[in-house]
């Protein structure tokens, strides 16, 4: 180990995998392509009936530990142990096994922006996103520091909308916050956006990777419960910031906001017929009746109009 090695923070990248052989050789590797010079990478396979992995396991590289789970534990608790139990660095990030790291510089200049400011505790960049139709790059705020607070003052602003495998975190407050607890599709905002309220986020503008959405991920779920419980994270979201000195005002207003611009991307991917859209609503209306309230807005009643006249189901 070099002797800049030995004076860097120790660096986890963890990958969660499943069933996923192919497509997590290529983000291990991805992984290992960083430049930054104090670095492990953690592959956790939670207990796939076939793939063995045999590809990542012929790597040759010390950095690198895999890890097959004797049962399966499910998505977020295998971040969740992998993270608190498996990863050893002073920073953390999470690359799922569908998606890929592209700049190999990213850790490195992360680092070094978080070593500018001790309060920062992450540091987040975009990526560019893949659907089955198209392609584009996640919105940002630029290079620049913002409070925790602040950002969650600020939301739904969707230049603050953390991306997973573009984010760095510190690894001590993230287990200290019990990180992906919520097993719900966005266990990822549930735990950064509490992170973020303790102290600051340094925002990089650069694309640092590629995240695939598709119905074989958690993001690309259209189980409408699984998209009516994902609202669930925004309360302990905002519990966590009023502690740390959120108004409760602001924090009831940004909740209910985030809450209601949620439920609004929902409707293509539920809505695919007017008793989709229903049954949508009913469930809506019985765990989320506030995000009703949000109803009147133009775009929203706009989907709504589509969704009734069978629009979505055609796509």
Same mark, same amino acid.
């Given at each position: ?63 690198? #530990? $895999?890890?097959? @789970?004797?049962?399966? *534990?499910? =998505? ?5 142990? /992998?993270?608190?139990?498996?990863? %050893? ?112 986020? #340094? $925002?990089?503008? @650069?694309?640092?990777? *590629?995240? =695939? ?5 958690? /993001?690309?779920?259209?189980?409408? %419960? ?90």
């Amino acid at each position: 180990m070099t002797d800049q090695a030995q004076t860097s923070p120790l660096v986890s990248i963890i990958i969660p995998t499943y069933e996923q052989e192919e497509l997590a050789f290529q983000a291990a590797m991805s992984a290992l392509s960083q430049d930054y010079p104090h670095l492990e990478v953690v592959v956790v396979d939670d207990a796939s009936p076939s793939a063995r992995y045999a590809s990542i396991q012929a790597i040759d590289d010390l950095r690198l #530990r $895999f890890v097959r @789970r004797d049962s399966n *534990v499910g =998505r977020t608790e295998n971040y969740r142990r /992998s993270l608190r139990d498996l990863a %050893q660095g002073d920073w953390a990030m999470v690359l799922d096994g569908d998606d890929y790291l592209t700049d190999a510089s990213f850790i490195s200049a992360a680092i070094a922006a978080a070593a500018a400011d001790p309060g920062v505790v992450i540091v987040a960049a975009r990526t560019e996103t893949r659907t089955s139709d198209r392609s584009f790059v996640t919105d940002h705020p630029g290079d620049r520091t913002v409070t925790g607070l602040a950002l969650l003052s600020a939301l739904p602003d969707t230049r603050y909308f953390f991306q997973h495998l573009a984010v760095l975190y510190r690894r001590p407050q993230a287990v200290a916050l019990d990180f992906y607890r919520s097993a719900t599709i966005s266990s990822d905002w549930e735990s950064l956006y509490r992170l973020a309220s303790h102290g600051n986020v #340094r $925002f990089l503008d @650069r694309v640092v990777g *590629v995240w =695939r959405i598709h119905s074989g991920n958690a /993001s690309g779920s259209r189980e409408r %419960q699984a998209m009516i419980d994902n609202l669930d994270i925004w309360e302990p979201v905002y519990t966590e910031a009023v502690a740390q000195g959120l108004p409760a005002t602001v924090a009831q207003q940004r909740c209910t906001a985030m809450i209601r611009y949620m439920m609004r991307q929902h409707i293509p991917r539920v809505a695919r017929s007017w008793a989709d859209l229903r049954d949508y609503l009913v469930a809506l209306r019985r765990q989320h009746p506030s995000a009703l309230m949000g109803m009147a807005h133009c775009p929203t009643l706009v989907r709504l109009a589509l969704a009734m006249t069978g629009y979505y189901g055609k796509r």
